[in-house]
């Protein structure tokens, strides 16, 4: 079974810190995708990479920016956190063209 | 706005009810997918369609892609507590677009 993992849960942080969410995938998947969800909008792309050091804006790549220095990992920032980025933040990973898995989110609260 | 609309946005029923979920778009998708994701959890896939027409069958679930790839269902028969969850469906074009989902209660 593929299993992504994400580092936290639950997340509580203060508005200007700057916040390190991380993932690591375990079947040397080529892609990996960090989403946010919110009640009504769903499931929305902020970041995506297709290997290694290879990263491209998703829809909402705006407050965040991201790392893929080694192939198993996928780590999101937020440079200075605020509040309207309280969220669900869920990282998948998938081989081409194949399904993604998702992990089981980290519900980050920014105060 | 969303690329996928999804309808009902919630959707409470009676164990042993059948229900439908749509999943709407003007766009034609290379492939459509549908995620049923538990509170505390991520989406799990449970289908993938492909083809313009496709009915695909999990147990008591039924998938069905439009014929002109834009709009799919999800179809429970009888449902049970256990399918009880938000369902999420999401369109390939060259990225995956995701619908907002429909929260799925069934009663005991």
Known sequence: DVKVTQSSRYLVKRTGEKVFLECVQDMDHENMFWYRQDPGLGLRLIYFSYDVKMKEKGDIPEGYSVSREKKERFSLILESASTNQTSMYLCASRRLNQPQHFGDGTRLSIL | ?108
């Open chain 2, 1 to 108: 706005t969303q690329l996928l609309e999804q309808s009902p946005q919630f959707l409470s029923i009676q164990e042993g009810e059948n229900l439908t979920v749509y999943c709407n778009s003007s766009s034609v998708f290379s492939s459509l997918q549908w995620y049923r994701q538990e509170p505390g959890e991520g989406p799990v896939l449970l289908v993938t369609v492909v083809t313009g027409g496709e009915v695909k069958k999990l147990k008591r679930l039924t998938f069905q892609f439009g014929d002109a790839r834009k709009d799919s269902s999800l179809h429970i028969t009888a449902a049970q507590p256990g399918d009880t969850g938000l369902y999420l469906c999401a369109g390939a074009v060259y990225k995956l677009s995701f619908g907002a989902g429909t929260t799925v209660t069934v009663r005991a």
